[in-house]
């Protein structure tokens, strides 16, 4: 363990100590939240969707749901991350990419760029299964709980965002692994 500084450097100290404490709560709350909204949507909604279970208006609120979720977290998580970042790894890009800890790091960015653009394209693609729709229209409005994609059948809907909810699996599974491995250490 570092000594803990003395003097003027110790308020600093207090303070970055606090700062990452608190982002490291709101960063794994916020990562729970999400890939727990995910694993949600692709191990009951999909499949109960695919069969008709659910109607269209609990189809919409789900959706709405997870893309207000992708959104929120998208600015959680990055703020967060990279503070942390920032405060472990600072200016040594050795730290970052000679070790398996960076590897892990750089991985997660990864995985949470690709995953969080995933949803956005997916999501688009249920919008506009009806007709098309302006993407910045889109990105100001989301899925719209009252409709948007009125007169799809929800079998449709899930359909078309099948591929899009595996991969997605794919990816959060990944997320999990490399956080879980962050967690409890590599032994390398
Ligand atoms: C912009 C995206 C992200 C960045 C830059 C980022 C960065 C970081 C950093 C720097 C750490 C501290 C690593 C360490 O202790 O050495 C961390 C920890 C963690 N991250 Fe992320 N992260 C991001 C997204 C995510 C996502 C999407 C998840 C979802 C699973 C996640 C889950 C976690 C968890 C659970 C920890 C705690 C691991 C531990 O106990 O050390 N992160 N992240």
Redesign the pocket.
């Known amino acids: 363990m570092a000594p803990t500084p003395t003097g003027r450097y110790a308020r600093r100290w207090l303070v970055v100590s606090w700062l990452l404490t608190l982002s490291?709560v709101v960063?794994?709350a916020?990562?729970?939240f999400?890939?727990g909204a995910i694993l949600f949507y692709a191990y009951l909604v999909v499949p109960a969707g695919g069969r008709s279970w659910l109607d269209r208006a609990a189809m919409n609120v789900l959706l709405d749901r997870l893309l207000r979720v992708t959104r929120w977290?998208g600015i959680a998580?990055?703020v967060?991350?990279?503070y942390?970042?920032w405060v472990?790894?600072p200016v040594d890009p050795g730290a970052l990419l000679g070790t398996t800890?960076g590897w892990?790091?750089l991985a997660?960015?990864s995985?949470?760029?690709a995953?969080n653009g995933l949803l956005e394209v997916g999501i688009y693609r249920m919008r506009t299964v009806g007709g098309s729709v302006d993407p910045v229209a889109y990105l100001a409005e989301g899925f719209l709980v009252d409709g948007g994609v009125d007169g799809v059948a929800t079998e449709r809907l899930a359909a078309v965002g099948r591929p899009y909810v595996l991969v997605s699996l794919a990816l959060?599974v990944g997320?999990?692994v490399?956080?879980?491995l962050?967690?409890?250490g590599v032994p390398l």
């Open positions: 490291y960063h794994v916020a990562a729970a999400w890939t977290t998580l990055p967060t991350g990279f942390q970042w472990l790894y800890r892990l790091v997660m960015l995985l949470w760029g995953l959060t997320l999990l490399d956080a879980a962050l967690a409890g």
